[in-house]
């Protein structure tokens, strides 16, 4: 593919905090995505982090709820885009979402881990999603992203954390390009991902991804939790039909017989939708766990 399409998808993607669809208007954040009184709040710490396997730099931020003892293996759930998850007053509002789910018992003891994209040098764009490596990182269909959690975030995370090593217990999650690359992590490593959640995934033609719907149909049923969310007014252009990739990944799931959820919507390109489900998404996503419990 040529340099300037990288560089239209780079524009677009800087664009997604302020592209609105009259839709949006639907979804809103109910009582669990808010801070409730009695529930303890966990803690947030911003670290920086320089990649030997990209070569490149970026922020991440550990949440670590009131809940976790270190005596305990705790969860593990690693948000793409972290900044945009992590934000207290954002569309997601993760921690908050996780402090209300663990003091309800609705999902296990977890500990967050949000992963901006690598950016060439320390001087980060305004719009993180614009980050010079995010593409290359998220869109790419290799191994190579899911090494470097494993291989260099996730072993830092644990020097100080006490992780299960349980990959029921591993949970991967991203928006857009996030979107694919989280299932992409699951989907090269399956032994240590068992579980994705992709917001308005970009399976489309960026960087291959398009192929996945028939990859998903032809492979041997892999052991993956999958949750997907797109809507009607999401994107379409060059590199694909957001809505309809999505619509297909679905029908490819259903096929091959995977424990997966597709919602549909109106929304458009961006966390609104998603952000207003979250809960019910991630007592779905970790409702195996708690049953066993």
């Not at 300037?4 to 949006?24: C, E, G, H, K, N």
């Not at 709040?41 to 670290?47: A, F, L, P, Q």
Request: with cysteine.
């Amino acid at each position: 593919m040529k340099k300037y399409s990288y560089r239209i998808l780079l524009f677009l993607t800087m664009l997604l905090p302020a592209v609105l669809f009259a839709q949006d208007s639907l979804y809103k954040l109910g009582p669990l995505s808010k801070p409730q009184n009695g529930v303890p709040k966990g803690v947030v710490t911003k670290y920086a982090w320089q990649s030997r396997l990209f070569n490149n730099f970026r922020d991440y931020y550990i949440y670590v709820p009131a809940q976790y003892d270190p005596s305990k293996p705790a969860a593990l759930m690693v948000f793409q885009d972290g900044f945009t998850y992590v934000k207290e007053d954002g569309d997601f509002r993760v921690p908050t979402v996780f402090d209300n789910l663990i003091q309800q018992k609705l999902m296990p003891v977890t500990i967050g881990l949000f992963i901006n994209p690598g950016h060439l040098n320390t001087q980060y764009p305004e719009s993180l999603f614009s980050s010079s490596n995010r593409s290359a990182e998220y869109d790419d269909m290799s191994d190579k992203y899911v090494a470097f959690l494993i291989d260099e975030l996730i072993p830092e995370l644990k020097k100080q954390y006490n992780i299960s090593d349980d990959a029921r217990m591993h949970a991967i999650s991203g928006l857009s390009s996030g979107g694919i690359c989280a299932f992409t992590a699951a989907w090269q490593r399956p032994d240590y991902f068992q579980k994705v959640m992709s917001h308005v995934g970009s399976f489309t033609n960026i960087r291959g991804g398009h192929i996945y719907p028939d990859l998903v149909r032809r492979t041997t049923k892999k052991n993956i939790k999958v949750f997907i969310q797109s809507g009607t007014g999401d994107l379409n252009n060059n590199f694909g039909d957001w809505w309809l990739s999505n619509q297909q990944m679905a029908s490819a799931f259903k096929f091959r017989g995977y424990d997966y959820q597709f919602v549909g919507g109106k929304g458009g390109h961006g966390g609104k939708h998603g952000g207003s489900i979250l809960p019910e998404t991630l007592q779905w996503l970790w409702s195996d766990v708690m049953i066993s419990k």
